[in-house]
C-alpha cells in the first residue's frame, strides 16, 4: 500500500508539470487569442498538412513498435481488445450523450467518436508515469494506441450516416466511403509501413517524425485552441451542464471498460493503467481532423472543448491518479 501511496503522489507532482508543458500552454495561448478576438490565424491549407504529418506520424510509429515487440498471441488479444474498445465506446458515448443532453445526432456523433479514440498526451503522461515509478508495461501499448484510432472514426461516421436518407439507401457505398475515408487511409497505410520497415525505416524516418513532431503538435494546437476558442464563443450556448458532466463522467466509464478488458487479456499492472488511459482518453489530434474532413457540419466547438478543455485537463488531474490506483487494486 505504501508504495501505491507514493505512485500517486509522484503522478500527481508530474502531473502539475505537465500543465505547464508547451502542447498545453500553446492550446490556451489559441484559446485565449480567440477569447480576445486577436486577428492570429493558421491558414487552412497549413492546418491540413498539419493534421497529415500527425496522423502519418502516430501511424507509422505504432507500426515500428509492432515490429519491436514481434508477434505472439498476447499482441493479437490486446490488438483485438484495442480494436473492439475503440469501436464500442462511441456507441457508449452516443447513449451516455443523448442520456444528458438536448444535442442533434450529427454533433453527438463527431463527439461520441472522440470518446473511442486517444489523446497522445495523455498516453505519453501515463508512460512517464510508469517510468518514473519503476513499473514496467508491455512493450506494445504504442501500437494498440495506433490501432484505436481508426474504428472510432467509423463508428462516428456510422452513427452521423443514420440521418441522411442517401446513407440509409445505399449501405455497401456507406461503408466504402468510411473505409475509404483519407484519415482512415493515411493512419492505417502508414501503421503498416511502419510495421514492414520495422527499425530501419523509423532510422531513416526519425529525423522527420520524431524531432519536429512536438513542435507540429504546438501549432497544431495553437490552431486547435484558436478552432475552440471561436467555435465555443460562436456557439456558447450549445456547451450545456449536460455537455460537462458528460466530459468528465464518460472517461470514468471508459476507464472501467478498458479495466475489464485488460482482466480478460491478462494484462500486467502497468498495461492495464495504461489500457485504462486509452479508454478514457478523447482525441484532439487524429479525430478531430477526421472529422474536419468529414463532417465538416458539426461544431467543433462543441467536441474540441470537450476533449480539451474538459476531458483533458480532468484526465491529467483526477484521471490517471485514479485509474493507476484501480488498475493496482485489480492486478
Known sequence: MALERMSMSGSLE?????LLAPTILFFILGAFAAFVRSDLSIPKGAAKVMSIYL?????F?????ISQSGISTDLFANMFAGVILSFVLPFVAYWLIKLLTQLDDMNAAAVAGHYGSISIVTFVTAVSILVSSGIAAESYMVAIAAVMEVPAIMSALWLASRTTSSANDNKSELYRDILANGSIVLLVGSFIIGAITGTDGMTELNPFIAVPFTGVLCLFLLDMGLSAGRSLMKNRGDISTGLILFGCIMPMVGSVI??????????????????????????????????????????????????????????????????????????
Not at 493503467?273 to 472529422?291: G, R
Not at 462543441?302 to 491518479?321: Q, R
Request: aromatic share 10%.
Open 14 to 18: 508530474l502531473l502539475a508539470n505537465n
Open 55 to 59: 496522423l502519418f506520424a502516430i501511424g
Open 258 to 331: 478498458g479495466l475489464l478488458a485488460a482482466m480478460l487479456t491478462g494484462l500486467s499492472y502497468g498495461g492495464t493503467f495504461l489500457m485504462m488511459v486509452l479508454s478514457a482518453s478523447a482525441s484532439y489530434i487524429a479525430v478531430p481532423a477526421a472529422m474536419q474532413i468529414a463532417l465538416p457540419d458539426a461544431k467543433s466547438g462543441i467536441y474540441l472543448s470537450l476533449s480539451l478543455g474538459i476531458t483533458f485537463p480532468f484526465n491529467l488531474t483526477v484521471g490517471l491518479p485514479l485509474y493507476m490506483y484501480l488498475a493496482s487494486l485489480a492486478t
Open 61 to 65: 510509429k505504432g507500426g515500428v513498435g
